[in-house]
């Protein structure tokens, strides 16, 4: 039961506490904003609590099981109750952390579920209490939720999403992931390391197309190794409850597939949570389940902003962040705007994988004058050292400009890398801008010149197009 209405004035009303609203509600109170942070759950959203943090956390731990130095001997064990009790910890020590910054930037939190009575008020319901509050600007940053598959037409134990994953009390022994997003792959690799039998089925009849061809092969290359089972083209897909769950699927090829799994974990994409908002009361445009935004993450509306998973694009922490800043800095009066342009893409493999800008496809469907080389990780003495050699760096230029087009890595030291590669690419860094410069030795920024080399002195190969 809602009783009484409390109308209150604010300057900047944040709707959602994850990386979008949490990096807006700061900024927007860094400029001297009056801020309102409104979010039904706990602050830092699910990138905190169920994503980014509890699955780069059990990568971490994966990794640390196979690490070696000269003369150190161990004969690690793995303990998932341990690692559960050690998150929790890591968790509520980064969301205190964050609750002390909204303290200190005098953002007020309130915790409720917020809605669109108009173009000019919100509603917050917190439980019998109702509030109202008009705004100069809101920021809506209401993340998303998992999207479940075709196949999954009812509840079965044991078919989750890829997220909850890192809630479950022990390593499955057979685990199938339906999918090839950055969650499939980062659990694929994570769980295989911790032990289990992993399978990684696709929809499509290929697998990462969407990045360079040297570091697909790359990627499957490790894969194998690691003797993970990657089944593509698989249609026509279905969970079947058991005692344990059944994957069935058919080949593009007509094959039949059936898999008898302890989980059965899936990533088809996530559906922005926008349902509850009311957004036709404010006369906010939608497309599907995503708001409408400009460059500025402003929505149709004018003083109303949309950022993060709620809006179209890929469902990165990296681009809400971005985004949440654009929307702050804009409705506090700061030029800014938000492109997809250089934004890199990060996938916490056993053997990290990092890209950003054109592959080399790319590069040549464009029309640029192609000179693309790589150079294997072991060029590092650096990944000697740390006895982590597998993987490659690859960069792809203009020939006539000379201008960096996109960079591509896989293996320790790429996401490293990859910081100086979108600032790079941001700053239309040539080749002189790697080759030129100090880069300490040993490290691994020193794959940077040894790569820019080649491309430049043709020691190995120079692939030109006219």
Same mark, same amino acid.
Do not use: N, W
């Given at each position: 039961m809602v009783? *009484?209405? +409390? +109308? &209150?004035?604010?300057?900047?009303?944040?709707i959602g506490a994850g990386p979008a609203g949490y990096e807006a509600a700061l900024r927007a109170a860094q400029y001297g904003r009056d801020? #309102? %942070?409104?979010?039904?759950s706990r602050s830092g959203?699910?990138? %905190? &609590?169920t994503g980014c943090i509890p699955s780069k956390l059990l990568a971490i731990s994966a990794r640390k099981m196979w690490d070696s130095a000269p003369g150190v001997t161990m004969d690690p064990e793995f303990s998932m109750q341990q690692w559960h009790s050690e998150k929790v910890e890591v968790v509520e020590r980064l969301e205190k952390g964050l609750k002390m910054r909204f303290k200190s930037n005098n953002i007020e939190c309130v915790k409720g579920s917020a809605s669109f009575l108009s173009s000019e008020r919100i509603g917050v319901e917190q439980g019998e209490k109702f509030e109202v509050w008009t705004f100069q600007h809101v920021i809506i940053a209401t993340g998303s939720r998992p999207k479940d598959p075709p196949f999954l037409s009812e509840n079965i134990p044991d078919v989750i999403p890829v997220e909850q994953l890192y809630k479950t009390p022990s390593i499955p022994r057979r685990l199938v992931i339906f999918g090839e997003d950055y969650l499939s792959l980062e659990a694929a690799s994570t769980f295989r390391a911790l032990g289990a039998e992993? #399978?990684?089925?696709?929809?499509?009849?290929?697998? !990462?197309?969407?990045i360079d061809e040297t570091i697909k092969r790359e990627l499957h290359r490790q894969f194998k190794k690691q003797k +993970?089972?990657? !089944? #593509?083209?698989?249609t026509e897909c279905n969970a079947v409850a058991g005692e344990n769950p059944i994957f069935e699927g058919i080949k593009s090829t007509g094959e039949r597939i059936e898999i008898e799994a302890d989980t059965i974990a899936y990533s088809g994409g996530r559906i922005g949570n926008i349902e509850s908002l009311c957004l036709e009361q404010a006369g906010i445009e939608v497309s599907g389940n995503y708001i409408s935004i400009k460059d500025t993450c402003e929505t149709s509306i004018s003083r109303i902003y949309a950022c993060g998973d709620i809006t179209e694009g890929p469902a990165l922490a990296i681009?809400? +962040?971005?985004?949440?800043k654009t929307a702050a800095d804009h409705c506090c009066g700061v030029a800014a705007t938000f492109s997809f342009d250089c934004m890199p893409t990060i996938i916490q493999t056993q053997t990290p994988l990092a890209t950003v800008g054109l592959t080399e496809a790319e590069a040549i469907e464009a029309g640029y004058q192609v000179?693309?080389?790589?150079?294997? !990780?072991?060029?590092?003495?650096? #990944?000697?050292l740390l006895r982590q050699t597998e993987g490659v760096v690859k960069v792809v230029r203009d020939k006539e400009s000379h201008l960096l087009l996109g960079f591509h890595a896989i293996g320790a *030291?790429?996401?490293e890398l990859i910081e100086k590669a979108t600032l790079a690419l941001e700053m239309a860094g040539r080749d002189e801008d790697f080759s030129y410069p100090y880069s300490p030795h040993p490290g691994f920024g020193e794959l940077w010149s040894e790569t820019v080399d080649r491309t430049i002195e043709k020691k190995a190969r120079s692939i030109e197009y006219q």
């Open positions: 009783v *009484g209405e +409390i +109308i &209150h004035e604010k300057d900047v009303v944040v801020v #309102t %942070l409104v979010d039904r959203g699910e990138c %905190l &609590h992993v #399978t990684v089925v696709t929809a499509s009849d290929s697998f !990462m197309d969407d +993970i089972r990657v !089944m #593509t083209g698989a681009k809400a +962040i971005k985004q949440g000179v693309a080389e790589s150079s294997p !990780m072991r060029a590092s003495g650096y #990944t000697s *030291g790429a996401v």
